[in-house]
């Protein structure tokens, strides 16, 4: 593109993710001609690291019950879900057979596959996809949105469009971001995401006259050994201790703070939050042979993430009695003695009254009394916000009036509270939006 270009189009999509290049084919599919702006050397986002798993829960009722975000927001991610998995097997993408995933059902795409497919699509009728470019600012007209003006190494163009959609991917890029809407001491946790999704999208949307979606310091993430690099998308996957709900986590006080079983991504959250930003996972030989060496999901690679991630360099060690978690504890910088007293505390309620444990525990209510026991120190990392855009159930971004800002839509992880507490699928969040997003403005 040359300096001060203008070229006109249906459709500006701002970020070429799964949210992004979903919404794009989508309307391309009806005729649209689609602009795609992607500030990356590619596209793809988070989705080009993630598994494939487009899941979420199988009812609103379901989905309600693990989250306490909007109803409304959940209910467009059922509604519109079938939809997706429809489409993307009308287009030949490769899937997996549907299988469970935690409280989910979902399929596990070809990402790579579907990501190409987009852009063909996208190509085919008239549209461009472009990369290294960013977005300086959405144009506004007679109270809606006339399109965009990019930024890239020749210059300025200007995208001449009726309707903008955000699919930026959220913030979780930013560390300043993360301190000031999800806690302080996000300001340096692990990042398991792309580094590009920094609220480029979320800055556009609230000049353009959209509204910060009000306080949610929720994310998607999970508890990773630590330290370790984090270089490659397989890096997410080996250093995730995905099998916590079936272990012990102690602050440095040696105390619970948390029901290790609700899920992995609600102690994730509650870890960040805790002193030091982290906490000591334990768990014993059982739960190292049932769940630590399993994959979390069909068809994955079953890894010894214990002991990877103490070849990596990880903070922890193998305990042959309880007692000698101790020792452990205070190397690490935890209070020794009250981490094996909160042990014994735990196995004793698991033993014989699990219903009086505090924090409670609620399933995997086993004491962990099979040595030799594991221990880890863990620390939350990020993959997705969950605080964003103002948004409805149409996808509309809304000013702070609650008034829809005409032709401006958005999709994926800069929709603002759709999750708070809980998640029900990254990869479905940024599919269903981007299809409602699209049949709002006529694709």
Known sequence: MNTRECLDCDLVVVGGGMAGMTAAARAAGKGAKVVVVEKAADIGGSAALSGGYVWTATSLAQMNLHDDGDPRLHAVIIEEYPEVLAWMRARGISMRPPQKVLYGRGCQID???????????????????????????????????????????????????????????????????????????????????????????????IAAGGAWAGPNTGYYGHLVATPVPFRTDSDFVKYTQYHSIHGVLLNCAGKRFVDESDDDHASSQLTLRQPGASALLVWDQRVQDDHAVVPPVAGAEPLDRFQIAIDAG???????????????????????????????????????????????????????????????????????????????????????????????????????????????????????????AMRTAGY
Do not use: W
Not at 346 to 362: D, G, I, K, L, W
């Open 314 to 436: 990880a903070r922890g060690g193998r305990a042959v009695t309880l007692e000698e978690i101790a020792g452990i504890a205070d190397r690490l910088g935890f209070d020794g003695a009250a981490c094996v007293a909160g042990l014994s505390a735990f196995n004793r309620q698991m033993s014989a009254e699990p219903e009086r444990a505090v924090p409670p525990r609620e399933a995997h209510d086993r004491p962990l009394d099979r040595a030799p026991y594991y221990v880890l120190e863990v620390v939350s990392a990020i993959t997705f916000t969950f605080g964003g855009l103002l948004a409805d159930a149409k996808a509309r971004v809304l000013d702070p009036f609650g008034e829809p800002i005409g032709g401006l839509y958005v999709a994926g992880a800069d929709v603002g509270n759709v999750f708070r507490r809980g998640y029900s699928g990254g990869l479905a969040l940024a599919s269903t939006f981007a299809f409602r």
């Open 111 to 205: 990402m790579q596959d579907h990501l190409r497919k987009a852009v063909t699509e996208v190509e085919a009728a008239g549209g461009i996809v472009v990369r290294d470019t960013g977005t300086r600012e959405i144009l506004r007209e007679n109270g809606g949105v006339a399109g965009v003006v990019t930024v890239h190494a020749d210059g300025e163009t200007e995208l001449r469009a009726a309707s903008v959609l955000i699919a930026t991917g959220g913030f979780q890029g930013d560390p300043e971001l993360r301190a000031r809407h999800i806690h302080p001491a996000a300001r340096v946790m692990g990042l398991r995401s792309n580094l590009t999704s920094s609220g480029a999208g979320l800055s556009l949307g």
